[in-house]
């Protein structure tokens, strides 16, 4: 007997006896009909759920059982024995959807009970045709030396992944370029293409939060750069969150008030990144555990062969979807964009990556002076900290907590010149300079996140 099946079996031979009867014209006789209980699982603190015309409804209390049960057991039914029946034989260890798994009765891997899938993604299938605006939308958003394929790529393998039903590490995918350079148009795409259910994941994926249930059922899951933090700590957050959501063979669920379980959802991550450098400095450092998890995507602005309308630009999507599906099925990555572990190996836009390396060691060098115990007696005393590179320089490096890390950043002439500049440009520290006989002297009234 199957758990599917036990709770219906157990009860049907006791369920109660409906009698009717032929019109009075004939000789009354008795009809006995049979009618089986609906199938009804529970999950513990997860709730209850029951079978309904090929669908899963969530139930959240025993109350609300009890009121499905009554057209079947009557008034005066035994509503505890029932109950008690459901939780014993129809024990599942979740009940919810789960992102890339079809709705149904499901055998996890890692946990000794099965759990039930409420509802599953929308599967688009594709067909023969032609899809001139998304190709044009794809070359004109990722212009430039393999970025085009390279999108398709990721976004061929998250559709295999998701068609084949198996958890696969994949890549997240960093999209950065200006304010609506198409970059949501994109991720518009690519929920559509992976299922059609996407969710904010950042709360879940930086460790805000222990509750990320609600990024389970979702199959894209996207951060945007507008509610990211660029705290060193947060991005380090992320960073570790990354790893373990798309390359971990498994992943603790935690909802409120609901058990935690641990599943393997499909999932695929889009971070979406305005160009400015204090809005680049919410992806996660680009160290060597990080290198091959993550794509970097410089984006341009693309056209949309002029439509404005969000309504045809919606529309355009629909029409051309299932033949850019069929175009994403057949076809397979470039050979140099392969790789065995994740099918498309991680890709980064040469320029963007200089250009984040670069930042990277101007945010280390924030972080140092924000560090540095003559600067923060200073401002904090006189309300900026003067002078000149060379005794910034100096004071960095005299100070016990300062100084290996001064060393191994200050290592050119200007350095400490340079990098006050950027961060001046930049507007990541409040830095101001003037010229006075010739020499650049430096103010530092505040040192942003995470300084004084």
Known sequence: MTLATAYSEEFTSESPVIETKEPKCVEAVAVVEYRPLPKIYYAGRGGYAIEHAGKFIPLTCAEAVVQHLKPYLGKK??????????????????????????????????????????????????????????????????????????????????RSNLVAGKRRPLPAAALVGPKECGKSLFIELARRVLGGRSANALRALNGSTNFNADALGAELLVIDDEIASRDPRARISLAQGLKKQLFAASV????????????????????AVNSEPENMMVLPALDDSLEDKISLFLCNRARLGGLESPDEISGRLNAEIPAFIYHLENSTHPEHLRNRRTGVAAWHNPELRERLRSMEIEERFRELVAQCSAVSFQITTEGAWRGSAAELEKALMEDEQTRHSARSILTWSAACGAYLGRLQKAGRASISSSVVKGFTRWRIESLGEGGV
């Open 77 to 158: 039914g035994n509503y505890d024995e029932a109950l008690c029946n459901i939780r014993l034989n129809n024990f599942v260890s979740y009940i919810g959807p789960v992102a890339g798994i079809a709705p149904g009765l499901h055998t996890s891997e890692d946990m000794e009970a099965p759990f039930l899938v409420t509802s599953g993604p929308k599967i688009i299938e594709g067909t023969l045709g032609d899809f001139p605006f998304i190709a044009a939308f794809l070359a004109e958003l990722f212009d430039g030396q393999d970025q085009a394929p390279a999108a398709i790529g990721w976004l061929r393998q998250a």
């Open 252 to 271: 603790r669920v935690e909802g409120k008030y609901r058990d935690a379980v641990t599943m393997r959802p499909i999932h695929a991550v889009v971070l």
